[in-house]
């Protein structure tokens, strides 16, 4: 499996390339000059945060799926749910599994992420920012705990979506798992994805897709680059791995799911990030392009189907 997709480099001046590299150079010595990852104990190694809007039918499948590879606790963020999200999620709750903060805060994603960061830092090593519709589908590994312990030492790490479609579905099955249902996808990897955070470094400021630490490099504040699962510095969606290797882990997005969802995000519940990311999805001709390049099917995260079937029975 090839590793990036649609990014094009060969467009950029040299002088852009050449400031590029300059950045990577400056992000590696910045890293080397903190010294050894502080050691310190903490009650989780991986917890996700996550923002929601009236996602009820998909909650448990989300939650059990991510508990079966590993994530120890969800720091949720209810943003105008009006279904019953509270009588899925008391469970967890109950169990110690689930902090629930409401959170009535129009485009709040951002101010929530931060808000969890505060909250959460003392208590769990990584945060891993993802949606509701989005899976952290390990390829090889079973757990993610397992996975993360080889980035110790790095802020943040970039983990690219494989971008999944409706697979012809006008309406989503409710007796049919998600990650049972969507299986068409694009071919490759997209330069767009998530990321885990560090709680070992400091963060000023908050995105949806990339973070960047704060430090102190010789009396200068500056920040250091995320790097991508082969441990490359990043740069302006610039994805780099090296050649002859597979990448060994993706984010399943399922932006849509079926056709019947995607009007209703699209046109109904809005946006949680900002007016600019709403006006994006209701460009004309998105959906069908997006749709359009679902040419091949991945199957990998059916290899826990099983398991979470019966974890859903429970």
């Given at each position: 499996m090839k590793y990036i997709t649609h990014v094009e480099t060969n467009k950029k001046s040299l002088l852009w390339t050449f400031l590029r590299y300059i950045r990577y150079a400056a992000s590696s010595l910045c890293l080397s000059m903190q010294g050894k990852a502080i050691k310190k104990q903490k009650k989780y190694t991986v917890a996700v945060c996550a923002i929601f809007k009236n996602e009820g039918i998909f909650l448990k499948e989300w939650l059990e799926y991510h508990l079966l590879i590993g994530v120890e606790h969800f720091y949720l963020y209810n943003n105008f749910s009006e279904d019953n999200y509270q009588e899925i999620l008391t469970p967890y709750i109950e169990k110690g599994l689930v902090t629930l903060t409401e959170w009535p805060v129009q485009f709040g994603q951002l101010p929530a992420y931060e808000d969890c960061f505060q909250k959460a830092k003392d208590e769990t090593q990584w945060i891993a920012y993802i949606d509701l519709d989005e899976f952290i589908c390990l390829r090889h590994e079973l757990d993610v705990r397992n996975w993360i312990k080889k980035y110790s030492k790095y802020p943040t790490v970039y983990v690219n979506w494989k971008q999944f479609g409706t697979s012809?579905?006008?309406?989503?099955?409710?007796n049919q798992l998600v990650i049972e249902q969507y299986t068409s996808c694009w071919p490759l990897l997209a330069n767009s994805g998530k990321s885990f955070v560090n709680t070992n470094y400091i963060f000023r400021k908050f995105e949806c897709h990339l973070f960047y630490p704060e430090i102190d490099f010789l009396g200068i504040k500056t920040t250091i680059l995320p790097v991508n699962e082969f441990k490359k510095?990043?740069?302006?969606?610039?994805?780099?791995?090296p050649r002859r290797k597979e990448?060994?882990?993706?984010?399943?997005?399922?932006?849509?799911r079926s056709y019947a969802q995607y009007i209703y995000k699209t046109?109904?519940?809005?946006?949680a990030c900002s007016a600019n990311s709403q006006k994006v999805r209701e460009i004309q001709g998105t959906f069908e392009r997006n749709e359009a390049r679902n040419t091949t099917k991945d199957y990998t995260i059916q290899r826990f189907l099983l398991l979470l079937k019966l974890r859903m029975q429970q």
């Amino acid at each position: 499996m090839k590793y990036i997709t649609h990014v094009e480099t060969n467009k950029k001046s040299l002088l852009w390339t050449f400031l590029r590299y300059i950045r990577y150079a400056a992000s590696s010595l910045c890293l080397s000059m903190q010294g050894k990852a502080i050691k310190k104990q903490k009650k989780y190694t991986v917890a996700v945060c996550a923002i929601f809007k009236n996602e009820g039918i998909f909650l448990k499948e989300w939650l059990e799926y991510h508990l079966l590879i590993g994530v120890e606790h969800f720091y949720l963020y209810n943003n105008f749910s009006e279904d019953n999200y509270q009588e899925i999620l008391t469970p967890y709750i109950e169990k110690g599994l689930v902090t629930l903060t409401e959170w009535p805060v129009q485009f709040g994603q951002l101010p929530a992420y931060e808000d969890c960061f505060q909250k959460a830092k003392d208590e769990t090593q990584w945060i891993a920012y993802i949606d509701l519709d989005e899976f952290i589908c390990l390829r090889h590994e079973l757990d993610v705990r397992n996975w993360i312990k080889k980035y110790s030492k790095y802020p943040t790490v970039y983990v690219n979506w494989k971008q999944f479609g409706t697979s012809g579905r006008l309406q989503h099955d409710n007796n049919q798992l998600v990650i049972e249902q969507y299986t068409s996808c694009w071919p490759l990897l997209a330069n767009s994805g998530k990321s885990f955070v560090n709680t070992n470094y400091i963060f000023r400021k908050f995105e949806c897709h990339l973070f960047y630490p704060e430090i102190d490099f010789l009396g200068i504040k500056t920040t250091i680059l995320p790097v991508n699962e082969f441990k490359k510095f990043i740069h302006y969606w610039i994805m780099r791995s090296p050649r002859r290797k597979e990448s060994e882990i993706q984010i399943n997005h399922y932006y849509n799911r079926s056709y019947a969802q995607y009007i209703y995000k699209t046109q109904q519940r809005g946006d949680a990030c900002s007016a600019n990311s709403q006006k994006v999805r209701e460009i004309q001709g998105t959906f069908e392009r997006n749709e359009a390049r679902n040419t091949t099917k991945d199957y990998t995260i059916q290899r826990f189907l099983l398991l979470l079937k019966l974890r859903m029975q429970q």
